[in-house]
């Protein structure tokens, strides 16, 4: 397997338009996280899913952030509009058991709002 | 949301000497304790983690010394490497998938 596989890499867009991030998780992995690492507030978890489903978007900063998951192999992060304070490299994360186990984290992508 | 406290911030060791990275937690839910590693670039990797059943786990050159009373873990590398030169993240998790990580320490390995 190739991994998870997060598109783009990078990523600049202007304040107020819409931003949309892809991740591919690991075949038969059954949870999907996606989190946020800025310097200022390291590591976050924005939301994961198990099976598809969302299951905690306790972390999901704002109503412009969205996030997605139609099929097991795919899932997106929306943020709309966005603001230069969502500036962040996004990760996305897979795991077969949860976050009580090994996860699998993608190369993450680089978003700068300017 | 930090419930991971990780020091110290960066460390420069040099080559073939130890590097120590502690991290002490609050939540005693916590049951699952990973180190990722992270290098420029790149997502986070799992090192090596351990669960609170036991006081020391070692991989390779890498090794988790775990505290359960005081709520404390560390990361040993010992024969340390240039190529040991990354960002470790220690982080905390309980079977609600509520992980936490630490700040991380940028690790500097010199030839």
């Known amino acids: 397997d190739a991994g998870v596989i997060q598109s783009p890499r990078h990523e600049v867009t202007e304040m107020g338009q819409e931003v949309t991030l892809r991740c591919k998780p690991i075949?038969?992995?059954?949870?999907l996280f996606w989190y946020r690492q800025t310097m200022m507030r390291g590591l976050e978890l924005l939301i994961y899913?198990?099976?598809?489903?969302?299951?905690?978007d306790s972390g999901m900063p704002e109503d412009r952030f969205s996030a997605k998951m139609p099929n097991a192999s795919f899932s997106t992060l929306k943020i709309q509009p966005s603001e230069p304070r969502d500036s962040a490299v996004y990760f996305c994360a897979s795991s077969h058991f949860g976050m009580n186990t090994e996860a699998f984290f993608g190369q993450g992508t680089r978003l700068t709002v300017v | 949301q930090q419930q991971v406290k990780q020091s110290p911030q960066s460390l420069i060791v040099q080559k073939g000497g130890i590097s120590i990275i502690n991290c002490a937690y609050e939540?005693?839910?916590?049951?699952?304790f990973p180190w990722y590693q992270q290098f420029p670039g790149k997502g986070p990797a799992l090192l090596i983690a351990i669960r609170p059943d036991v006081s020391e786990k070692k991989e390779g050159r890498f090794t988790i010394s775990f505290n359960k009373s005081a709520k404390q873990f560390s990361l040993h590398i010992m024969d340390s490497q240039p190529g040991d030169s990354a960002t470790y993240f220690c982080?905390?998790?309980?079977?609600?998938?509520?992980?936490?990580f630490g700040a991380g320490t940028r690790l500097t390995v010199k030839p």
């Open positions: 982080a905390a998790s309980n079977n609600n998938n509520d992980m936490r």
């Open positions: 939540n005693t839910a916590f049951d699952y």
């Open positions: 899913f198990n099976n598809n489903v969302p299951i905690d």
């Open positions: 075949s038969g992995h059954d949870y």
